[in-house]
Nanobody, 120 residues
Framework: QVQLVESGGGLVQAGGSLRLSCAVS????????MGWFRRAPGKEREFVAA????????RYADSVKGRFTISRDNAKNTVYLQMNSLAPVDTAVYYC?????????????WGQGTQVTVSS
């Protein structure tokens, strides 16, 4: 079992930055890949970014490459999503996820989500 608690969402102007945090607890984390998904109003849920806990291998959606960075702090058991150059299309509820696969399309564990709103 893995428990995930997101924080850091909010309202930001286009071009601005936000950093989301995900506090992770539970199972042996080095077995897992951590990820971020998002769901925009009226749209399907989509993958954003993921990394393997043990060695930090990352993958990103094409729509966020070069703007978003996923990282982890082993000592704090926390995963981050640094979001730069935000645009209104990035407005969504962002979910932290955990799964044993870096490429999981429907991860095993989900946080409660945090709202990110980007104004134009």
């Amino acid at each position: 079992q893995v428990q995930l608690v997101e924080s850091g969402g909010g309202l930001v102007q286009a071009g601005g930055s936000l950093r989301l945090s995900c506090a992770v607890s539970g199972d042996t984390l080095r077995w897992y890949s951590m990820g971020w998904f998002r769901r925009a109003p009226g749209k399907e849920r989509e993958f954003v970014a993921a990394l393997t806990w043990e060695d930090g291998i990352t993958r990103y959606a094409d729509s966020v490459k070069g703007r978003f960075t996923i990282s982890r702090d082993n000592a704090k058991n926390t995963v981050y999503l640094q979001m730069n150059s935000l645009a209104p299309v990035d407005t969504a509820v962002y979910y932290c996820t955990a799964d044993t696969s870096l490429a999981a399309r429907n991860p095993l564990y989900w946080g409660q989500g945090t709202q990110v709103t980007v104004s134009s």
